[in-house]
């Protein structure tokens, strides 16, 4: 079952506006990761947070966790057409297995 | 360092059949885990090893199983395939253990059943 639910679905943005991913969970959890997946290829880790962190960045990326919300988001800046892909948000709770979410495509036009 | 490897690439069987998928973890990582990415279903955990053990097995039925050997490479099986069972097969390796850092993963094998 998808413990992560990404939002939106899709986004479509211009090059050089930045663009906004959100996330919620269902159940506690002991960190919340972001990847990326370039057209049906490999995932690729962008950033974890721990459930006691509340923000973290990364170059261009920046994550927030609200746990009592249990939501999540990511945030990257300044857009490139390099950055179009899948984006995914998975959850760790201490149960040796990641529970993603279904992810949200990104667009990023030149 | 070289990175998480999977063989065969793509893979193409018929109902009925089998088939075996072997993924070689980065040098120095213990664990591996799998999951099956559709596009219904998105990215589902099938299960995860570390220095041989399972310790963890999602949601799928037996005719999906799994090993890791002493080296840490690990292979997936799955028997008695059904159109359903066409997907994109990740592995991933991790220092700590799934779910507990990141995760680094493979490429995937594309299997497709007819």
């Known amino acids: 079952s998808q413990q992560g639910e990404e939002d939106p679905q899709a986004l479509s943005i211009q090059e050089g506006e930045n663009a906004t991913m959100n996330c919620s969970y269902k159940?506690?959890?002991?960190?919340l990761q972001w990847y990326r997946q370039n057209s049906g290829r490999g995932l690729v880790h962008l950033i974890l947070i721990r459930s006691n962190e509340r923000e973290k960045h990364s170059g261009r990326l920046r994550v927030t966790l609200d746990t009592s919300k249990k939501s999540s988001s990511l945030l990257i800046t300044a857009s490139r057409a390099a950055d179009t892909a899948s984006y995914f948000c998975?959850?760790?709770?201490?149960?040796?297995?990641?529970?993603f979410g279904k992810g949200t495509k990104l667009s990023v036009i030149p | 360092k070289a990175g998480v490897t999977q063989t065969p690439r793509y893979l193409i069987k018929t109902r009925g059949q089998q088939v075996t998928l072997s993924c070689s973890p980065i040098?120095?990582?213990?664990?591996v885990s799998w999951y099956q990415q559709t596009p219904g279903q998105g990215l589902q955990f099938l299960f995860e090893?570390?220095?041989?053990?399972?310790?963890n097995k999602g949601n799928f039925p037996g005719r999906f199983s799994g090993r890791q050997f002493s080296n840490s490479r690990s292979e997936m099986n799955v028997s008695t395939l059904e159109l359903g069972d066409s997907a994109l097969y990740l592995c991933?390796?991790?220092?700590?253990?799934?779910?507990?850092?990141?995760?680094?993963f493979g490429p995937g094998t594309r299997l497709t059943v007819l």
């Open positions: 991933a390796s991790s220092l700590a253990g799934t779910g507990a850092d990141e995760q680094f």
């Open positions: 998975a959850t760790g709770a201490g149960s040796y297995q990641l529970t």
């Open positions: 159940t506690s959890i002991n960190n």
């Open positions: 090893y570390f220095s041989e053990t399972q310790r």
């Open positions: 040098s120095g990582h213990r664990s």
